[in-house]
């Protein structure tokens, strides 16, 4: 399992635009991509909306799922906004980390809609893991998406 993240910055553009028109709540999508690179991000229904939590909508989860295997990719992880808050996982966000393996990517919100922050974790009920997040170029994350030939 990787200790780091590669998420192209327009992907974590798109994230912080939803976490901003999600605004009081907390936004939540899936992250789609391969051997720990994202190659894109989905975003989700909250079916709980409220500013200290979510629930990814289960047909939102299985549609990317669908899809994602479709392109040869996977949803490797789940993102959600704080708004207001560090980008640091809640109590709530470690009782509810349900997927061993999968990445949490959290975005930091100001009020004014103003993204102040990004971090990535693995997460049990016990424990945040943080990975070093590799925020790549448009460029390279255009080159990270594209298939391999073998």
Request: glycine share 10%.
């Amino acid at each position: 399992m990787a200790d780091s993240l590669r998420i192209p910055e327009d992907v974590i553009a798109g994230i912080a635009g939803h976490a901003r028109s999600a605004l009081p709540d907390e936004c939540c999508g899936l992250l789609v991509g391969r051997d720990g690179v994202v190659h894109r991000a989905v975003p989700a229904k909250n079916l709980t909306p409220s500013p200290t939590g979510y629930q990814i909508d289960p047909a939102d989860h299985f549609a990317a799922i669908r899809t994602a295997r479709a392109e040869g990719r996977e949803v490797i992880g789940a993102y959600h906004s704080h708004p207001g808050a560090p980008a640091v996982p809640s109590r709530r966000d470690l009782a509810e980390a349900w997927f061993p393996g999968f990445v949490y990517l959290i975005v930091s919100v100001g009020p004014e809609g103003t993204c102040r922050d990004v971090q990535a974790y693995r997460l049990t009920p016990r424990e945040a893991v943080p990975l070093k997040l590799v925020r790549a170029s448009l460029a390279e994350g255009i080159a990270a998406r594209e298939p391999d030939d073998g």
